[in-house]
T-cell receptor, first 115, second 116 residues
Framework: GAGVSQSPSNKVTEKGKDVELRCDPI?????LYWYRQSLGQGLEFLIYFQGNSAPDKSGLPSDRFSAERTGGSVSTLTIQRTQQEDSAVYLC?????????????FGPGTRLLVL | AQSVAQPEDQVNVAEGNPLTVKCTYSVSGNPYLFWYVQYPNRGLQFLLK??????LVKGSYGFEAEFNKSQTSFHLKKPSALVSDSALYFC??????????????FGAGTRLAVHP
């Protein structure tokens, strides 16, 4: 597609439920990133995928958070047993390669509200 | 530890006047610096980046930024502001020498308000 797409656009869930957020990167982009944007916390890195390499999970805030990337393309971020502090906008980005030189292009985000 | 500071929560400017959005950074080694803009209910849009070379970088929508190594700054500028430039602006750095150098470290963001 023309850009990074994410679904759903908005998600409202109850505390304790699991949620799955989806990201479709730009075609041909081998690197994929998840970030979280929340009030008072700004934008924070969550996880990074590059090709078939092991992902960099160093930004995941707890073991309730996990992500996978199937076939080197679509990625799913899963939050188990959601808490109210998980409410945020979850942004996905992709880039051509890793190495620090390539621009990351962001999707529109998924706005998650945990009641 | 690497960090990015955007000292102004909000910048107000009149349409037609020049604008500056400030950014300073702290990284080990040479920084890779980025500016992104976020319009309401939208994702981040890339504006420009500095990797190496000329200190003055030109980007989208008439924006430019000047890399100043001695002051560790990367201020965003535009000669003549438009009302449509009103948005949230983020400065970010990627440190190529850090262990997690594929991450972007973002500033807290600066809200730009351009008044007619």
């Amino acid at each position: 597609g023309a850009g990074v797409s994410q679904s759903p656009s908005n998600k409202v869930t109850e505390k304790g439920k699991d949620v799955e957020l989806r990201c479709d990167p730009i075609s041909g982009h081998t690197a994929l990133y998840w970030y979280r944007q929340s009030l008072g916390q700004g934008l924070e890195f969550l996880i990074y995928f590059q090709g078939n390499s092991a992902p960099d999970k160093s930004g995941l805030p707890s073991d309730r958070f996990s992500a996978e990337r199937t076939g080197g393309s679509v990625s799913t971020l899963t939050i188990q047993r959601t808490q109210q502090e998980d409410s945020a906008v979850y942004l996905c980005a992709s880039s051509l390669e890793w190495g620090g030189l390539e621009t990351q292009y962001f999707g529109p985000g998924t706005r998650l509200l945990v009641l | 530890a690497q960090s990015v500071a955007q000292p102004e929560d909000q910048v107000n400017v009149a349409e037609g006047n020049p604008l500056t959005v400030k950014c300073t950074y702290s990284v080990s080694g040479n920084p890779y610096l980025f500016w992104y803009v976020q319009y309401p209910n939208r994702g981040l849009q890339f504006l420009l980046k500095y990797i190496t070379g000329d200190n003055l970088v030109k980007g989208s929508y008439g924006f430019e930024a000047e890399f100043n190594k001695s002051q560790t700054s990367f201020h965003l500028k535009k000669p003549s502001a438009l009302v449509s430039d009103s948005a949230l602006y983020f400065c970010a750095v990627r440190d190529p020498l850090s262990g997690g150098y594929n991450k972007l470290i973002f500033g807290a963001g600066t809200r730009l308000a351009v008044h007619p």
